[in-house]
């Protein structure tokens, strides 16, 4: 079994930065994918960052040059580096975890950015 801790968001005015975490402890595989998916209101959820644990990245269009996702393997952390937030990128951030036989997803933590 897998259990991801998230931790960060908030609020945040236009313009400015927000860090957020995911631990991840359990059976995690040497190789797996962990990443940032975003919900809005009214919205379906999509991805926003996913992070190998070799290091191959990808990003939204639209968060590309302003959000930044990296990984510690030795603490099975993944974080999201956001800055230049925009009101759109307003939502609930859920982390989450794939490998081989499991499929986790965190609780969500709330990121609203005011104009």
């Known amino acids: 079994q897998v259990h991801l801790a998230e931790s960060g968001g908030g609020l945040v005015q236009a313009g400015g930065s927000l860090r957020l975490s995911c631990a991840a402890s359990?059976?995690?595989?040497?190789?797996?994918?962990m990443g940032w998916w975003r919900q809005a209101p009214g919205e379906q959820r999509s991805s926003v960052a996913v992070?190998?644990?070799?290091?191959?990245?990808t990003y939204a269009e639209s968060v590309k040059g302003r959000f930044t996702i990296s990984r510690d393997n030795a603490k099975n952390t993944v974080y999201l580096q956001m800055n230049s937030l925009k009101p759109e990128d307003t939502g609930l951030y859920y982390c989450?975890?794939?490998?081989?036989?499991?499929?986790?997803w965190g609780q969500g933590t709330q990121v609203t950015v005011s104009s």
């Open positions: 359990g059976s995690i595989l040497s190789y797996n994918l």
């Open positions: 992070i190998s644990s070799p290091g191959t990245i």
């Open positions: 989450r975890t794939l490998g081989a036989h499991y499929d986790q």
